[in-house]
């Protein structure tokens, strides 16, 4: 463990955003070349990259402008949020599975070049999505 990647088969705490959980994830891939440690929820059995404290290399500084007030967005600008699409701070997305609208407020670089988008949606609260995967 060297390389400050814990090995397959050890747990660390993450927050499920499906189960809307803090669990204890076994780690089920330590091998990745670009850094990122990859979890499996024990109750969706979901995989998920391990995501840093917020505040942890933010770029953008993480609050909403005053355009992002969830009460003044317009659902018309919504993009359906999809994992392989690029965000930008104050981007309205729709989250399909959730049938809710919210806002982008930060972004969070993984290694490997990969990011989480961090969006403040009106039902949901705040949660953490991933971005430009694949």
């Not at 400050?4 to 660390?12: D, K, N, V």
């Not at 955003?17 to 994830?25: G, I």
Request: hydrophobic letters at 30%; a negative charge; one cysteine or more.
């Amino acid at each position: 463990m060297e390389s400050g990647i814990p090995a397959s088969g050890t747990a660390m705490r993450q927050y499920c955003s499906v189960c809307k959980a803090d669990l204890e994830m076994s780690v089920v891939s330590d091998t990745n070349e670009d850094g990122v440690v990859w979890l499996k929820c024990p109750q969706c059995k979901g995989i998920l990259p391990h995501i840093k404290d917020p505040g942890e290399d933010v770029i953008a500084d993480g609050e909403p402008s005053a355009s992002s007030v969830l009460d003044d967005f317009d659902i018309e600008s919504a993009r359906p949020y999809d994992p392989k699409s690029r965000y930008e701070i104050d981007d309205v997305v729709h989250h399909r599975g959730w049938d809710d609208y919210g806002v982008v407020v930060g972004k969070e670089e993984l290694p490997g070049n990969r990011f989480i988008i961090r969006v403040r949606f009106k039902e949901q609260g705040e949660t953490q999505l991933i971005e430009g995967a694949g």
